[in-house]
């Protein structure tokens, strides 16, 4: 370690109990099924996870937020829970959390879990005993069952297309149907049932006790729903204004009742645990409620994830996140990769339609697209050049495993390998938004050697194919090449500890419309030159740079300068 981390720590050890760590985080998330697989049954573990604590200890991370990680049958990557206070077994123990927890707090790290709270797995106990309880049963208030129409109840209620493509109502056995924004084994909960609030209350509770620091929330947009007797029409729905805030399947104003308490039992914890919401709201203002103080407290923007490689684009998005961070109070979020996107790497690899987001509020259902369309070197050389713009913003930045390596998106999977029910319920049709792979090419399990079973992910397979490819983006071939993707993000997150003072920037105009250039308050600077063509290096003490610089500053290259 150099003696830059050693400043670093022992700033994060003294700000241990600081009520604000998370304002300027930067924040990793791990997809356990796919970090690292301990006992070798080719889905990656919380062992698995404790084992490399030493790796993000070094990567110089704030905190790591896990993808759920409870006990599922998988039909959705884990976000269809079975039980949100318990382990999947195949992935440890509540015994193996709390020894993950604890080693991620001695390395100074804190742990931010996903909570599911729009649908559970149709595993659920509390479905099951739906099913089995019957028509207009407490038991389906928790749920939101309907009768069909038609003489004999035949016709789901609504011609509602779920998320992933397909009816979003299901025939139960009596008739009846249920309800589900995703897929099929993805039954929506009732949340006018107080049942519903305090059952997630425990849970968050139980989160909270065992040590979490925070929590990230699954679509926090869509769990309030009004639903009348005679329901609208898919047609109607879709043009229906939804930042009216009563919309009656999102973004409601109610829904915000439900995060104030979930704020209060926040609050009753010192420090207070924190929040993020994932909500896919349609402008500025909604998106600023859940960010509020009596609220979840910060919501993700996922407005980069959907830009081109494009100054001007960038330059307007960071201005229009830190006006809105401003009237909030919250600090702003930046991301460019997650579980749900085709990797940043490859998005700037590809031809600009084919590279971003197409559709307002789909963005992050990015095609995946195969590798032959592909500029492998370019798309990472911008990938690399976009992160460290990110990295020197104010606010928290959250990155997605395997991006420290500069992977990009595993494209050829064979079908019967898919897991992704976005890609399994739409390939045929190619309705709704998932027209394109999927998304599991961004969740196939991390190389960690360049050579034997599973590229050291486990001593065995892995449940999703890796490529002959990862074995050159491994840590093992990474960690030992200075110019590395892997030792540019370590440099970048050690100096950023530094780097970051008030949450605000001052943009220096620059000659070339493709140059940005913003300074920090302390007076640290970050050049990004989004053109093809060198251009003059700004003056400076040059620190960190993602490609050779010499007297001139290359296309597609950030600088950073300290004072
Ligand atoms: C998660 C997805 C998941 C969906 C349904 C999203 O926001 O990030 O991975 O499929 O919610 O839970």
Known sequence: MTSDTTVTQTITLSTREDE????????????????????GDGIGDLKGITARVPYLAELGIDAVWLSPFYPSALADGGYDVADYRDVDPRIGTLADFDELVTALHAANIRVVVDIVPNHSSDQ??????????????????????RDGRGEGGELPPSDWVSMFGGPAWTR?????????????????????????????LATLRFWADRGVDGFRVDVAHLLVKDLPAELPSQA???????????????????????????????????????????????????RARYAS???????????????????????????????????????????????????????????????T???????????????????????????????????GLPGSAYLYQGEELGLHEVGVIPRDRRQDPAYLRCADTREWSFDGLGRDGCRVPLPWRSEGPSFGFGPRGAHLPQPAWFAQYSVEAEDADPASTLNLYRRALDLRHRLQSAERLEWVETS?????????????????????????????????????????????????LAP
């Open 20 to 39: 604000t760590w998370w304002r300027q985080a930067a924040v990793y998330q791990i997809y356990p099924r796919s970090f690292a697989d301990f006992d």
């Open 124 to 145: 659920h106990a509390w479905f099951q005993a739906a099913l089995a309880a019957g028509r207009g049963s407490a038991e389906r208030g928790r749920y939101i069952f």
């Open 172 to 200: 139960v056995a009596d008739g009846q149907w249920y309800l589900h924004t995703f897929a099929t084994e993805q039954p929506d909960f009732n949340w006018d049932a107080r049942e519903v609030r305090d059952d997630f």
């Open 236 to 286: 109607e729905i879709d043009a229906m204004d939804a930042a009216s805030g009563s919309h009656p399947l999102l973004d409601r104003d109610d829904v915000h009742e439900v995060y104030a308490e979930w704020r209060a039992l926040f609050d009753s914890y010192d420090p207070p645990r924190t929040a993020v919401a994932e909500a896919h709201v349609s402008n500025p203002e909604r």
């Open 293 to 355: 103080a009596t609220g979840l407290g910060q919501a993700f923007n996922f407005d980069l994830m959907g830009a081109d490689f494009d100054a001007a684009q960038f330059r307007a998005i960071v201005t229009d996140n830190l006006a809105q961070a401003d009237l909030t109070g919250s600090s702003s979020t930046w991301v460019f990769s997650n579980h749900d996107a085709t990797r940043h790497a490859t998005r700037y690899g590809l031809p600009p339609a084919r590279g």
């Open 357 to 391: 987001g197409k559709k307002a509020g789909t963005a992050w259902m990015l095609a995946g697209a195969p590798r032959e369309e592909l500029d492998i070197e370019g798309g990472l050389r911008r990938a690399r050049a976009a992160t460290m713009f990110l990295l």
């Open 512 to 560: 070339a419309p493709e140059v940005l250039h913003y300074r920090r308050p302390n007076g640290w600077e970050i050049v990004t030159n989004f053109g093809a063509a060198a251009v003059a290096l700004p003056a400076g003490r040059i620190v960190l740079a993602t490609e050779p610089v010499t007297d001139l500053l290359p296309g597609e290259t950030t600088v950073w």
